[in-house]
């Protein structure tokens, strides 16, 4: 308990609101108010533990109280403006140091933007070298192409010449040749219908590569389309151990494409299928594209298979499977033209093949592909 003693006229000032106030701070008050004197008691209960309050504490208390007596309100005011002008000080030196963290960091924004300016500068010169490769590298292609168009178109001629003279040569009808000038007769007449059959393949890719492919655009029937090419798959087949599974598709299946183009890319799948295959199953179906519209038809075999590290080389121009050839007709030129077909019909073909066990290629074709933006022609 502390007891207050007061002048008169203190009991006015504590019936007020700080009065009130500092009653909360303690477990009682009481202020009793007298003519010439005015006495105020506050109670405090001292917590459990705290250390008892012995009168050498108690002297102590008061003198630490004493110390934090409050002086006039003049040395009061002194104080707070110290107090303000240590602030003041303090906050002038966080600016001044606010302001050089400033400076620093205009600086080093600075410095990188000019980094970032050279850097975009290269990058631009990169990208218009880049440009100039890709046209150059585009003029190479077509030259390519035509070239190969060209040289093709004209070995086409002598070719089916020498072929056709073979043919009247070995004819009943001409003068009888020995056995061994019938062999060669024959010889000839093979390596020229292999290269009857490499020069057509290349006049066929360079015309895709040329752009002069452009699709006739129809509605075309996959089941027809299916039962037409069964019958000439099942025409390849030689070996009675290779079964031919050519799944009808349901009735009114279509598919808006170029007819002739989508059959030359299904034979050829299935002319491959049945060469690399000794014995099991060549099937081809169709199905409902995944998330999309359109379809998937499906060519499968049993046969050889094409290792895993090979896939992307196979749609290379004139690249074969070592020892995939051997006692195999073929040009390697199937492939790289069956995809750039598929590309024009707005679809994509697909590999999955594991060696031993068999090859399946997919064609994906939209329902409606979007006609490609005309092909830029090259009459030269
Ligand atoms: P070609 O059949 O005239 O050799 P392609 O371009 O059609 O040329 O095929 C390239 C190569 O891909 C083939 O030589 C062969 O090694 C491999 N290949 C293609 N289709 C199959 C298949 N169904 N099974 C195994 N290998 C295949």
């Known amino acids: 308990m502390v007891e207050i003693v007061a002048g008169p006229g203190a009991t006015a000032v504590l019936a007020g609101d700080p009065a009130a106030a500092a009653g909360r701070l303690v477990h009682e008050m009481e202020v009793d108010g007298g003519e010439s004197t005015t006495r105020v008691r506050l109670f405090r209960r001292l917590p459990i533990g705290a250390a008892p309050l012995t009168p050498e504490r108690i002297a102590a208390l008061r003198v630490e109280l004493a110390g934090n007596a409050p002086g006039t309100p003049l040395d009061e005011l002194a104080v707070q403006n110290r107090e303000l002008m240590s602030a003041?000080?303090?906050?002038?030196?966080?600016?001044?140091?606010?302001?050089?963290?400033?400076?620093?960091?205009?600086?080093?924004?600075?410095?990188?933007?000019?980094?970032?300016?050279?850097?975009?500068?290269?990058?631009?010169?990169l990208y218009n070298e880049l440009d100039e490769r890709s046209a150059q590298l585009k003029a190479a292609s077509e030259a390519k192409s035509r070239f190969l168009a060209n040289v093709s178109h004209e070995l086409r001629a002598p070719v089916t010449a020498v072929i056709g003279l073979t043919r009247l040569l070995a004819d009943s009808g001409s003068d009888p040749l020995t056995g061994e000038q019938a062999r060669h007769v024959d010889l000839i007449r093979g390596s020229a219908t292999d290269l009857l059959t490499l020069v057509n393949d290349?006049?066929?890719?360079?015309?895709?590569?040329?752009?002069?492919?452009?699709?006739?655009w129809t509605e075309v029937d996959l089941r027809a389309l299916f039962g037409q090419l069964r019958g000439t798959a099942r025409a390849v087949?030689?070996?009675?151990?290779?079964?031919?599974?050519?799944?009808?598709?349901?009735?009114?299946s279509a598919v808006t494409s170029d007819e002739a183009l989508l059959t030359q890319v299904l034979r050829n799948l299935l002319t491959n299928a049945i060469k690399f295959t000794e014995r099991g199953t060549v099937s081809m179906e169709l199905r409902a594209a995944t998330g999309q519209d359109g379809w998937e038809i499906e060519v499968a075999d049993t046969g050889i298979g094409i290792p895993p590290e090979l896939h992307q080389r196979i749609f290379e121009e004139f690249y074969q499977v070592p020892g995939s050839s051997s006692g195999r007709t073929g040009t390697g030129l199937g492939l790289p033209?069956?995809?750039?077909?598929?590309?024009?019909?707005?679809g994509s073909l697909h590999l999955a093949s594991e060696p031993g066990k068999g090859s399946v290629f997919t064609v994906v074709l939209p329902s409606r592909p979007m006609p490609p933006a005309p092909a830029q022609r090259d009459e030269g």
Do not use: C, F, H
């Not at 033209?337 to 707005?346: D, I, M, S």
């Open 337 to 346: 033209y069956a995809q750039r077909l598929v590309t024009l019909l707005g």
């Open 237 to 252: 087949i030689t070996r009675p151990e290779v079964q031919l599974v050519v799944a009808d598709p349901p009735t009114g």
């Open 202 to 216: 290349l006049l066929d890719l360079a015309k895709a590569e040329a752009g002069r492919l452009e699709p006739a």
């Open 88 to 125: 003041l000080d303090e906050v002038r030196a966080q600016r001044d140091e606010l302001a050089e963290t400033n400076q620093g960091v205009m600086a080093l924004y600075n410095e990188l933007s000019q980094e970032l300016e050279e850097t975009n500068r290269g990058v631009v010169a």
